[in-house]
């Protein structure tokens, strides 16, 4: 099946830096890929859709400027958090869609983001 | 919105025992349907789907109907094994409005087969 990486799979950093993000299909090209924070114990909660080549766009009560999201080939998309914080602590998984099977979406293994 | 509502956990299984999680649904038209599963320290996977009312969706043993006159996709096995010991997650694609290609996921049911 597809195949969705993550980089970096856990991180730490200090309250007020920036981190990003980076999900890769690896085996196929996404025209389109999601963007989800998960809490411990939670569902899925949609942060933002991103098409290759345009802006993403954000779901209700997602800040756009703190969580900046590029989609500049159709293998790569890139979350970067800015001026983290700890309530920004999460885990955030990527996932893709397009090409194969518009309705079905293949998941990252998750980035684990600690902020200090 | 859309919404799904999915049995509350955890739920924990001998191995072998007879394995149902219940998930009930809120949509626009008629979404598709889905079971994800998520094991210790991996990414969601898709279990199995069903795009249409009465569409059965199956894998590994696995097994869920589509049915639209009660808006549920329960998820059952016959026989659980230690291996299926996972978080699963019922989700639904969105057919109308600003929910349609976007997946909504229930709450998750942790699943915990016992030898």
């Known amino acids: 099946g597809a195949v969705v990486s993550q980089h970096p799979s856990w991180v730490i950093c200090k309250s007020g830096t920036s981190v990003k993000i980076e999900c890769r299909s690896l085996d196929f090209q996404a025209t389109t890929m999601f963007w989800y924070r998960q809490f411990p114990k939670q569902s899925l909660m949609l942060m933002a859709t991103?098409?290759?080549?345009?802006?993403?766009?954000?779901e209700q009560g997602v800040e756009k400027d703190k969580f900046l999201i590029n989609h500049a080939s159709l293998t790569l998309s890139t979350l970067t958090v800015t001026s983290a914080h700890p309530e920004d602590s999460s885990f955030y998984i990527c996932?893709?869609?397009?090409?194969?099977?518009?309705?079905?979406?293949?998941f990252g293994p998750g980035t684990r983001l600690l902020v200090l | 919105g859309d919404s799904v509502t999915q049995m509350e956990g955890p739920v924990t299984l001998s191995e072998e025992a007879f394995l149902t999680i219940n998930c009930t649904y809120t949509?626009?038209?008629?979404?598709?349907l889905f079971w994800y599963v998520q094991y210790p320290g991996e990414g969601l996977q898709l279990l199995l789907k069903?795009?249409?009312?009465?569409d059965k969706g199956s894998n590994k043993g696995f097994e869920a109907t589509y049915r639209k006159e009660t808006t549920s996709f329960h998820l059952e096995k016959g026989s659980v094994q230690v291996s299926d010991s996972a978080v699963y997650f019922c989700a639904l694609v969105g057919r109308g409005g600003t929910s349609y290609g976007k997946l909504t996921f229930g709450q998750g049911t942790i699943l915990t087969v016992h030898p």
């Open positions: 991103s098409n290759e080549g345009s802006k993403a766009t954000y």
């Open positions: 069903a795009t249409k009312a009465d």
């Open positions: 996932s893709a869609g397009g090409g194969l099977a518009p309705e079905t979406q293949y």
């Open positions: 949509a626009t038209g008629y979404p598709s």
